[in-house]
């Protein structure tokens, strides 16, 4: 009887399992430990290929993984991710209102230890300079900016890779409170990809700054110099639109790469998930042909969760948080498994 062994790709990284026999296999294939994307190896053989690969465990595993996965989705469109976001926002509601609560207790914990950083700043005389100040007051202020400066990093970044991931899984209907925390497991990913597109963003707007210092008044003798002409400031507002529009068609394309490295559904050739630059990447081929739309259904989606701060001032918690979530949800699944 053949064997084999078999890679089962976990949270914590790889991990050989077998020899196994095909009821082994299956076992795993329960467990959702195994998928056609895994790789596998013959007793005795010499190469690994994937699961699709090898005929006997191809046979044995298409039917189930075809019953255990989610329903096709139709292709990617306004009306059709709309549907399917306030579908998952119905069914899903509770789950995604305790999700909302655990944001707004996270986003609560950063403004209170911005608080005494506002309390700080406000207390500096501001007719006066930074080196006329108490050398341990600065020192205490700097340590103020880096706790916030890390704690943003730490908790905010992967917060709102939370917030867009629960989304995910709600529209899979698999949502579950700890989907909220997949991020903090997959961190470093999640930093990856979130400092890459902020340093794209950056440096797009590089030519922007240059020409606003060239452009806006000056100080002469201590005064500031009136603006000659409107159209001095021309140059500066014509290259700040441009990088503007650029900066939210990059934004557009690679939106999706914080949920791409986190989604296990989602692999590349070795069965692994996706890498920052691979996320990235495959967030660009998803968007493909679809900048327009896609803007056009951010305005659609931004326009209704805001509308919700209308309802008891309360609106924007109890319906517009998790209807941003089932958005994001929504537009992510159609673009994925839109041919």
Partial sequence: MKQWYVVEVTASGQQTQGPLDLDGVRRLLDQGRVSLQSQACEVGALEWKSVRDISELHVLIEPQAAAASPQALPPYS?????????????????????VALIFLAAQGVLQLLSLPLSLMAEQLDPSGSLLDADPVYLLSLLGLVLVLTFAGIVIGIPVAAGIQWTGVRALRNKLQISDFFEPFRRF????????????????????????????????????????????SLLPAILVFVVSACVMLYLSIRLYFAPVLVIDDEVTDAQGQRLGVWAALRRSWQMTSGHMLSLLVYGFLATLIIFSTLLLFCVGLFFVGLPLAMTFYGAAYETLRRSP
Avoid at 83 to 94: D, I, Q, R, T, V
């Fill in 78 to 98: 306004i009306g059709t991710a709309l549907e399917l976001a306030f579908s998952s926002f119905k069914s899903n509601y509770a789950m995604l209102l305790l």
């Fill in 188 to 231: 470093f990913a999640v930093l990856g990809v979130t400092a890459l597109t902020g340093l794209i963003a950056f440096t797009v707007f590089i030519p922007a700054v240059i020409v606003l210092v060239l452009t806006i008044p000056r100080f002469g003798d201590g005064e500031l110099r009136p603006v000659e002409s409107v159209g």
